[in-house]
């Protein structure tokens, strides 16, 4: 399995194939004296704890401590953008926020000495909801802004109309939940090896915990089970309390959270709740919009301003407004402190256009992909914070061709015919754009390093600041790697991501890792070359510049040498056989202040359509089929790329349709497990699925002419949701259909119920005044 990795065979595929692969926890055996973590968790969502007494615990067997603020030699809290974030917080704010931690000798043990800390509470009020936060003035932010042009439009456009959208969270539900292992090291300083995805930002927080230079602290990731962004940042927290533990008693320590208990302490996908008001012309062209956005970001800020900056950013995806007014506010309620995931705030605001431009098409009589290719953006146009649509004539080409491929006109006919012999079961069929910004929005993220080294027999090892989580980050870099040495791969080894070898790395995330970590190794390699070519030159007695590498040889018109003989070469030459590579992406800006600037490399465009057959009986539908057609430049791996599509589909198809987070009254979360939080599986996927790549499609100034490819799929599944509005007004209704997301079947019954009743399917709120707040300046990503 370890050939040609363009033939699909990820750089761990044995690994993983045998159950070799380890990952943190599995690391566990191999320490001797080893303790196991387990919190001690808050019964209330917002409390003042008032007594926590820990002698029954530490007098019971196994327990060696209790990990209360006392033990924390530096700072105790691990808040990444503002320190609001206790590690032993004297006011719990999230029900079973963790007050304390037991190490036991066992895990048993630990848990058994959790039970036995005595705590003590004073229960305060709970804001859960988003409603409640606006109603009480609860916010992390001020209010964020985004605008262009005159928005007197709204009041004058012969179509106008405003409404409220409900877009609920998301779990991240990785296969490997979270983890962490610390000990110390014979000179007393720290090594952790954490699933995270930001190790620079976990050596930062351990270092600031244990009050120690970050030197003194080593961080370490081989691979995860799966992120999402659920370990971008609250990793550190986890790997805060192993490596205090282990500062504490001079043992290592083990964190690892089971399935129940990750999804209770950790965030989600921020839930959103849009207040919208559009005008458009009679012939469905747009002409103003205004929409108010709201996230539920918990208890603390986390990356939740960062978040909502790419909302905004994304409001628009491929439309353009003449006239735009967005505002974004963060609310702080008494939950779990949502995060990062997958497309990082572009979904929501993503979703809220997708329904305007559909109530749009019902109010003027035409078909929703007719109002929606004539608002696209076309070459020259700009963003409404100023950026150029590049290749904008990219969105037209891919909707032309994809509506060709997959049919489209021949199976709206079908669809309608089916539709009319069928009063039970409808079907529907959508065809939906993504237009998605890459890089991180704060331009100081956008940097890489790495560090490669050959050795004399000709092999590689290749160092880089990304993570590996399953999306083939480091199948790309060994391919990258090889083709800039021209070896093959079988040569390249991608070590561990660690802080010791590349420093002050950026995070995994932004679908910006291929671009960032491959263009530093290219550098690096680029380096090696010049240094090999050299002594090519002088042993082949021609010109350095002359050289090539190819195939595992340096050739030139004099005759060839093995690329392991030129190694052996330029060693016996004192020539340096190792070098660091860094790249930094160019032309990247953005005042938050003014909401103008270039926050993006580039942009990749994409669209989905899909097909949904409804049981208007059960609400139950089934995804019949769907065909991709994603713009990924010239891909490097294209199974890698087309996994991506695959999966970010599927995986946006459950946060629409199936994954339904559900609080009590107590602020607990409830789908706390497999059994009652249902993720796609199988029965879910399409029973048709057609991905394919727009040919011809290279991007200057990246990396192997690839595209980001990690994030956009995602929001191709909002064409699931536009099928599932179809099927649903095919039930009668002839006004505009609308519904809360995710369209569970008790949702999509209710709205089948209201279009045979031949009124829209509102959605629980669609009454509520639309405030606009006056604008500020805010932080992004």
């Not at 927290?237 to 001079?250: E, P, S």
């Amino acid at each position: 399995m370890s050939g040609d990795s363009r033939t699909g065979r990820d750089e761990s595929a044995r690994d993983h194939v045998t159950g070799e692969a380890k990952f943190t926890d599995d690391l566990a055996p191999r320490f001797t004296n080893l303790l196991h973590a387990w919190p001690v968790t808050s019964p209330h969502a917002h409390a003042v704890v008032e007594r926590l007494d820990t002698a029954r615990a530490l007098a019971e067997a196994g327990v060696v401590a209790v990990l209360t603020g006392e033990e924390v030699p530096g700072e105790a809290d691990t808040g990444t953008v503002r320190r609001d974030e206790p590690l032993f917080p004297r006011e719990v704010m999230f029900h079973s926020q963790p007050v304390a931690w037991v190490l036991g000798e066992s895990l048993d043990a630990a848990q058994r000495g959790a039970t036995l800390v005595d705590v003590g509470y004073d229960v305060c009020p709970t804001i859960l909801t988003i409603e409640e936060a606006i109603a009480a003035d609860s916010y992390h932010t001020g209010p964020l802004c985004l605008s262009r042009g005159d928005p007197s439009p709204l009041d004058t456009s012969a179509i106008r109309f405003d409404g409220q959208l409900a877009i609920g969270g998301q779990e991240h539900f990785y296969l490997e939940t979270q983890a962490a292992i610390a000990w110390l090291d014979e000179g007393g300083a720290v090594s952790v090896v954490a699933s995270t995805q930001h190790p620079s930002e976990t050596q930062a927080v351990v270092a600031r915990v244990l009050g120690v230079p970050r030197h003194r602290v080593l961080v370490e990731c081989r691979r995860m089970g799966g992120a999402f962004g659920g370990k971008e940042v609250q990793a550190s927290a986890f790997a805060a309390i192993a490596a205090l533990g282990a500062w504490t008693t001079g043992r290592p320590v083990r964190v690892r959270l089971p399935r129940t208990l990750d999804i209770a302490i950790t965030g989600k996908r921020h839930p959103y709740l849009a207040r919208y008001a559009a005008g458009f012309d009679a012939d469905g062209r747009a002409r103003a919009l205004r929409v108010a956005l709201y996230s539920d970001g918990g208890w603390s800020l986390d990356l939740s301003e960062a978040v909502m900056w790419r909302s905004l950013l994304h409001c628009d995806n491929a439309y353009h407004w003449p006239a735009i007014e967005l505002i974004g506010r963060v609310c702080r309620t008494h939950k779990t402190s949502q995060t990062a995931f997958r497309g990082f705030g572009g979904p929501q605001a993503m979703v809220v256009v997708e329904e305007v431009l559909a109530h749009a098409a019902a109010r003027v009589s035409l078909p929703p992909e007719v109002v929606r290719e004539r608002n696209f953006y076309r070459p020259g146009d700009r963003t409404p914070y100023g950026q150029p649509v590049e290749q904008a004539e990219r969105l037209h080409t891919i909707w032309q061709q994809l509506k060709s491929t997959s049919r489209f006109e021949s199976r709206r006919r079908e669809v309608a015919v089916f539709n009319t012999a069928h009063a039970h079961a409808k079907r529907g069929l959508a065809i939906t754009p993504v237009k998605f910004g890459i890089a991180f929005a704060a331009s100081v993220l956008n940097q890489a390093g790495a560090h490669v080294l050959i050795y004399r027999d000709g092999s590689v090892q290749v160092h880089h600041g990304g993570t590996e989580m399953g999306q083939g980050l480091f199948t790309k870099i060994r391919r990258i790697t090889a083709d800039a040495l021209g070896v093959s791969v079988n040569r390249i080894r991608v070590m561990s991501t660690r802080t010791d070898q590349v420093p002050n790395t950026s995070a995994t995330a932004a679908s910006a890792s291929t671009d960032l970590n491959g263009a530093a190794v290219t550098d690096a390699c680029a380096q090696l070359r010049d240094r090999l070519g050299t002594v090519a030159g002088a042993l082949l007695g021609v010109d350095p510049a002359t050289v090539q590498f190819r195939d595992g040889l340096v050739a030139s018109r004099a005759g060839t040498i093995a690329f392991e003989d030129l190694c052996e070469a330029a060693y016996i030459r004192q020539v340096s056989l190792s070098a660091h590579g860094f790249y930094r992406t160019p032309g990247l800006q953005f005042d938050p202040a003014r909401g103008r600037g270039t926050p993006f490399h580039y942009f990749t465009f994409g669209a989905a359509v899909s097909e949904v057959e409804v049981d208007g009986f059960t609400g139950q539908f089934r995804l019949r089929q769907t065909d991709i057609l994603q713009d990924v430049g010239d891909s490097i791996v294209p199974s890698i790329d087309r996994g991506q599509i695959e999966g970010g589909f599927l995986q946006g198809v459950g946060w629409l349709t199936l994954e339904e987070l559900v609080w009590d009254a107590q602020g607990r979360i409830t789908t706390d497990n497999a059994s009652v939080y249902k993720v796609p599986s199988w029965s879910e996927a399409p029973e048709i699925f057609e991905v394919s790549f727009l040919e011809g499609a290279g991007q200057r100034g990246v990396v192997g002419g690839s595209k980001a490819v990690g994030e956009p799929p995602l929001m191709l599944a909002i064409s699931v949701r536009e099928a599932l509005r179809d099927a649903i007004a095919a039930f009668g209704s002839e006004a505009a259909v609308t519904f809360d997301s995710p369209a569970t079947a008790e949702r999509v019954f209710f709205a089948v119920e209201r279009s045979r009743a031949g009124v829209p399917a509102l959605s629980k709120s669609d009454a509520a005044p639309h405030p606009i707040a006056p604008a500020t300046e805010g932080a992004t990503r």
